[in-house]
């Protein structure tokens, strides 16, 4: 991948965060009330979420009901299935189906169903609405969970105009927790044998440690390598797609590491429309869940130009864990 560093992308959307104030987060169904509440008029909400009446199964396009009577003032989450997978962090990047719509309209707003695929953000670090960040961190895989985010805890008083929402809205989300990563993840699915004693052998441990890769005394390839180490079973990546991945480089001269996210310790996100063509191709058509190992050559990688840590001419050997795919 070239090397200036990775920028993680925010996410594409209504969920990305617009700079508004917030308050302290509530708890689940607070029953803290709003000066509507006090004064009687109007009526407040009975219940602190309104009902799912449609797609209730986890990854079902749901169907929520109009929110009965005044929202309350403060953040109200509510877990309406719980998983039993990883406990989501802060930091950590989580993939979910998604469904936003207006409390007093039901008017829906964005959702991911539809889209046919689970978008994907850093969770509690600012990346999307303080509503998100504050009510899904804690939460574990599998889990189906509904929101009311006042405005303070969504896009403040300025709202979002483009969508149709109202400085003054309160906004009602499903969302489906499908998974969690963060920088001890690895791949997940079958080994695959490494019989070609002309490649580098990549380590197939699964323990969020950086795998070993033994690159033999040997010419480099002159073509690109690509073969799968573990195989997962997720969707095939497309050269178009962006991924998030866990990777180790090293030099086929000599077997010096370069670059690795498990020293950093945090996950690369990118286009593959933005990185050498070694990656681009190398990845391309691989499955999600996978460990690949690619072996770039010169000309599809930095060819003459030299990097830090990589001499010009320089044949490339890495390993990566494709996490999941944007």
Known sequence: MRRRSVLLAVPAGLLTAAGCGSEKAGSDKSSKASPSEKSGSPKPAKEPVPPITGGKEFGQKPKVAKGGGQPRSSLQVETVIKGDGAEVAKGDYLQVHYLGQIWNTA????????????????IGVGQVIPGWDKGLVGKRVG???????????????????????????????????????????????RTVAQTDIALPKVGTNTDGKAPTIEVPEKSAPKKLVSAYVIEGDGPKVKATDSVLVQYKGVLWDGGKEFDSTYKKGQ????????????????????????????????????????????????????????????
């Open 143 to 189: 889990s189906r969970v509904e929101l009311a985010v006042p405005p303070s805890e969504g896009y403040g008083a300025q709202g979002q105009p483009q969508a149709g929402i109202k400085g003054t809205d309160t906004l009602v989300f499903v969302v489906d927790i499908v998974d969690t990563f963060n920088g001890k993840s690895s791949a997940k699915g």
């Open 107 to 122: 008017k829906v707003f964005d959702n991911s169903y539809d889209r046919g695929k689970p978008a994907l953000f850093q």
């Open 267 to 326: 996950l690369a996100q990118f286009s593959l429309q933005q990185v050498v063509k070694g990656w681009s191709q190398g990845l391309t058509g691989k499955k999600a869940g996978s460990r690949v190992l690619v072996v770039i050559p010169p000309d599809l990688g930095y060819g003459k130009q030299a990097q830090q840590g990589i001499p010009a001419n320089s044949t490339l050997v890495f390993s990566v864990d494709i996490l999941a795919v944007l």
